[in-house]
């Protein structure tokens, strides 16, 4: 795969995930780094004629604006800046989560508003190419800039931090020893400007926009998998209705269900006998839609901070202006994230909801719980539990924590957001789901090997295929920890999704 050229303008989630999941590569388009030298230059110009008040270059930060830096201290400023900003606590990100991170930060530089010295610039390409990925905690910021986490990057590009290099946790000196660099030499500002941006909020953030979008293609698949064990009524998936209420997200759902139910019996005439399902089978593509169309709101908005300066003060090079603002105030798309999380919540109570339903013979006409032999094997009645604890999790994690904030530095920052926890509390979520939807598969596949239908979809026969692979029919009573386990692997990892998808190709191509 070419390297990605880097421009500060056009960076999608899509590729983002290819540089931060699959480690391809970066470069800097020549305008972008022009842009960079430019603001770099109008900043250097101010620092040494000292003819205006830049914050964070000849001033403090925070309440400490009122504090003069003199510039024979601008490096052992910058160093000291780093070291104090060096609050977070762990767990620490993964080595995705930090190339993520990284990216997002670098092409935020790229716009030329910053005045990062060009030297660091070039120094978080090289991290990201030779695979250097500094220790970088999770906890500590309340998301009005990550500055007690971003620290961590800054300080390993000095030489004075840790990181992880192929697979080993050392110095970052000796890393970049071993890979020929040198440690940077920060000068006016940059210490503020490798601390100051959202960068580990948006880094999460774009990851977790591609997973989300995986699990709701997942929750379509469990969706249609517990149509055929259920035998429901596929007037749910009828196009006409959808396109007098053309909402593009349910929509979407309807038709990848119908996709993976080509060729079913539920298709066959006088299959069912209910005219209507139960709300949570019936309305199942509206809710999945609905998040869809909650994840394309917040997409567009964090693409456009992906793109966007978050840096105070904005450097305009052009204008030959250096202007103070609240650039890096994210509310906008953290807001968006957190109504993510209550549309999770309701897919997570929906998906719940199946699966009760799916336990009683007065809807299915299969034996209760979905047992092989009734009054010898329990089979699926005491996991309601689980479900139900986890999807009151999920209940509990989709409040809202973007206005639990606090004054801080005396008064001066009286704003915050959470924005890491947002995500973090998000992808809780979303692990969640994937147990929940992992355990709906193994009632689904019991039903459907219950019911012995004479045609399944050609997308849910391959699903099924691939989990009896793994596991098999409740025959018996046994330890549902480790189906519930292994389940939950096939999902997140995508497999049984890969499978389904592969088998109706053709389809969604067209």
Known sequence: MEALLLDGKSLTIEKLVEVAREGRRVDIAQEAMEAVEKSWALLHRTAATGSQKVYGMNTGVGVNKDREI????????????????????????????????????????????????????????????????????????????????????????????????????????????????????????DGLSLVSTNAVGAGLAALLAEEIETLIDTADLTYAMTMEGFKGNVSTLDPGPYARRPYAGQRQSMELARAFLEGSYLWQPNVTGALQDPLSIRCSPQVHGAVRDALAYARGLLETHLNSSDDNPCILFEEERIVPCGNFEPLNWVLAFEMLGIALSHLSKTAAYRILRMGSPRFTGLSRFLTPTDAKVHAFGTIQKVFCALDAENRHLSNPVSADYASLSEDMEDRGNNTPYVMLKTAKMIDNLYIILGIEILHAAQAIDLRKPTSLGKG???????????????????????????????????????????????????
């Open 460 to 510: 849910t026969h391959a699903a099924q295929e691939a989990l009896r692979e793994t596991i098999p029919f409740l025959d018996t009573d046994r330890n549902l920890s480790v189906d519930v386990a292994a389940a939950h692997r096939l999902l997140a990892e995508r497999r049984l999704l890969a499978r389904a998808k592969e088998a109706v190709r053709e389809k969604l191509r067209s």
């Open 70 to 189: 003199s510039p024979r201290y601008y490096q052992e400023y910058n160093r000291n800046m780093l070291l104090a900003h060096c609050d977070g606590v762990e767990p620490f990100a993964t080595e995705v989560q930090v190339r993520a991170i990284m990216l997002v930060r670098l092409n935020n530089v790229l716009l030329g508003c910053t005045g990062m010295h060009p030297d660091l610039v070039r120094l978080f390409r090289e991290f990201l190419n030779r695979r250097i990925h500094p220790l970088v905690p999770l906890r500590g910021s309340v998301g009005e800039g990550d500055i007690t986490l971003m620290s961590l990057v800054g300080l390993a590009m000095i030489g004075e931090g840790e990181v992880l290099y192929r697979g080993e946790r050392m110095p970052s000196l000796e890393a970049m020893r071993r890979e020929g660099l040198s440690p940077a030499t920060l000068g006016p500002k």
